[in-house]
């Protein structure tokens, strides 16, 4: 960092949360009304480009704010870009793999506040999971039981993944409009699902890899 440096504080998606940011680049258009302000920034955390934009309104000085791309809140698990990494080579990758995709479309609906498709989202990704498990069995709750009785969830998680179940019916049928908070807690309810199931599998397999194996 040199003193000539221009420091502004914006919201980093790498780090989530605001942060420090040297700003590379900017420039201005003169309007009519406003003034359009655009500028590069780079996270002095972790070195993330970033745009940053203003809208300063010349009648009262107000300005309206935005980045692109838009700043998250919460970050993907990093499990999800593992059966990448597998380049799909067996159908259980390439199955996982869709669901996977799934995953970040709903991780893309809540960063862009598409609360009612994400919590939609949430209830098809649960069912495919179960089904990709347990088969398609004719009821939410029958899948439920068969998912529970075949040790994929506990009797906790059971009552978590009937409740997230429900935010997504309300929000197809009855015109629920779940809050971000809501969806936090059903995306650690979807993860807490899946990364045993998705992730952990493959990270355990490669640490028994590496654990010299015990004398007999
Ligand atoms: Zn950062």
């Not at 179940?165 to 979807?190: I, K, Q, S, W, Y």
Request: include cysteine; glycine fraction near 6%; proline fraction near 4%.
């Amino acid at each position: 960092m040199t003193e000539e440096d221009k420091i502004v504080m914006a919201p980093c998606s790498d780090c989530v949360g605001k942060r420090k940011h040297r700003v590379l680049f900017e420039t201005a258009q003169h309007e009519e009304e406003t003034i359009e302000k655009y500028a590069m920034i780079e996270c002095c955390g972790c070195s993330r480009i970033s745009m940053g934009y203003q809208r300063v309104w010349k009648y009262d000085g107000s300005i309206d704010h935005d980045f692109f791309p838009s700043p998250v809140s919460r970050k993907e698990p990093a499990w999800v870009y593992w059966v990448w990494l597998g380049q799909f080579r067996s159908s259980a990758e390439q199955e996982a793999a869709k669901l996977m995709f799934l995953l970040r479309e709903i991780y893309q609906a809540v960063h862009g506040s598409q609360y009612r498709l994400a919590a939609m989202g949430i209830r098809a990704l649960l069912e495919q999971v179960m089904i990709m498990k347990v088969g398609d069995l004719p009821t939410f709750n029958e899948k439920l039981n068969a998912f529970q009785g075949d040790g994929y969830i506990s009797a906790l998680q059971r009552d978590a993944m009937r409740a997230t179940l429900d935010v997504g019916d309300a929000a197809m049928h009855r015109g629920f409009v779940p809050t971000e908070a809501d969806l936090n807690v059903a995306l650690d309810v979807v993860e807490g699902v899946m990364a045993p199931i998705f992730g952990h599998a493959n990270e355990a397999r490669a640490l028994a890899g590496r654990v010299p194996p015990r004398k007999k």
